[in-house]
Nanobody
Framework: QVQLVESGGGLVQAGGSLRLSCAAS????????MGWFRQAPGKEREFVAA????????YYLDSVKGRFTISRDNALNTVYLQMNSLKPEDTAAYYC????????????????????WGQGTQVTVSS
């Protein structure tokens, strides 16, 4: 089992920044890629960003490229999502997730390929 705890959400004005953190505990050695997903009210959960264990490869939703940066500190078992130039449409509950599997890039975008999930942290961007 892997436990994930997100933090760092909050209310911010458009154009502002937030940094989300996701701390992993438990069988963290089995965690491979880690990802961030989000879900807005009335919408399906969508992929935001993912990073491989090595940190060498990252993947982003097109609409957040250039604004969001995913990173990880394996020594701290923590993954981060730096979010800059936030927009009202970024408002959602953000979830981190991890998978024990080695996924090809197209598979990393799919929530069904992730084994463990955090409880989520709310991000609200006001206009």
């Amino acid at each position: 089992q892997v436990q994930l705890v997100e933090s760092g959400g909050g209310l911010v004005q458009a154009g502002g920044s937030l940094r989300l953190s996701c701390a992993a505990s438990g069988r963290t050695f089995s965690a491979n890629a880690m990802g961030w997903f989000r879900q807005a009210p009335g919408k399906e959960r969508e992929f935001v960003a993912a990073i491989r264990r090595s940190g060498g490869s990252t993947y982003y939703l097109d609409s957040v490229k250039g604004r969001f940066t995913i990173s990880r500190d394996n020594a701290l078992n923590t993954v981060y999502l730096q979010m800059n130039s936030l927009k009202p449409e970024d408002t959602a509950a953000y979830y981190c997730a991890t998978t024990q599997y080695v996924l090809v890039p197209s598979e990393m975008l799919l929530d069904r390929n992730y084994d463990y999930w955090g409880q989520g942290t709310q991000v609200t961007v006001s206009s």
